[in-house]
């Protein structure tokens, strides 16, 4: 069974870069064809997509963020991770990682890790 | 268009039933995908693609899809169901890959 685990600091003050990892257990972020994302939620709002890297190494990221946004892979360690650069107020929220498949004109996400919120402050 | 819009909140009667839905665009071309989330949890998968349901999810849950409409049934509800429930689908558009909806309050009496 698939699990995955985010993991980063959960204060970053604003224009820095906020950096996270989800750490995937149970199987391996380099085999079969799924799309490791990352989704975010501001308190009390709803769910944003941020981006995915395909397990070829390929990315796909939200266009309102894409020029703030990467995402990469790690596969040594079994993880992908995200870098969020020049950070205001609004870039905080709990960040989920997510394992995506798709197939045609189906698509979902699950798993999902169990989130970690990020709070952008001086 | 990559919106997908949901009913703020919706309330259904223990054991009876209650309907979902989200609108958009996209729907005509894609599948949705639904999602639980409850207060301090992580979202979770209970519908996707024409109505399938990932294992242990209740078969009181199913979904449905009509011209640029998804819906989402709970089929007798239970206090365990309320939540917010997410719509979520590929954008039609090519610019925004992946959108979810504004999402549902349900809330069981």
């Known amino acids: 069974q698939v699990q995955l685990q985010e993991s980063g600091p959960g204060l970053v003050k604003p224009s820095e870069t906020l950096s996270l990892t989800c750490t995937v257990s149970g199987g391996s972020v380099s085999s079969g064809s799924y799309y490791w994302s990352w989704i975010r939620q501001p308190p009390g709002k709803g769910l944003e997509w941020i981006g995915y890297?395909?397990?070829?190494?390929?990315?796909n990221y939200n266009p309102s963020l894409k020029s703030r946004v990467t995402i990469s892979v790690d596969t040594s360690k079994n993880q992908f991770s995200l870098k969020l650069s020049s950070v205001t107020a609004a870039d905080t929220a709990v960040y989920y990682c997510a394992r995506g498949e798709m197939a045609t004109i189906i698509h979902w996400f699950d798993p999902w890790g169990q989130g970690t919120l990020v709070t952008v402050s001086s | 268009s990559s919106e997908l819009t949901q009913d703020p909140a919706v309330s259904v009667a223990l054991g009876q039933t209650v309907r979902i839905t989200c609108q958009g665009d996209?729907?005509?071309?894609?599948?949705a995908s639904w999602y639980q989330q409850k207060p301090g949890q992580a979202p979770v998968l209970v519908i996707y693609g024409k109505n399938n349901r990932p294992s242990g999810i209740p078969d009181r849950f199913s979904g449905s899809s009509s011209g640029n409409t998804a819906s989402l049934t709970i089929t007798g509800a239970q206090a365990e169901d309320e939540a917010d429930y997410y719509c979520?689908?590929?954008?039609?558009?090519?610019?925004?890959?992946?959108?979810f909806g504004t999402g549902t309050k349900v809330t069981v009496l």
């Open positions: 979520n689908s590929r954008d039609s558009s090519g610019n925004h890959p992946f959108v």
């Open positions: 890297i395909y397990y070829s190494g390929s990315t």
């Open positions: 996209s729907l005509r071309s894609y599948y």
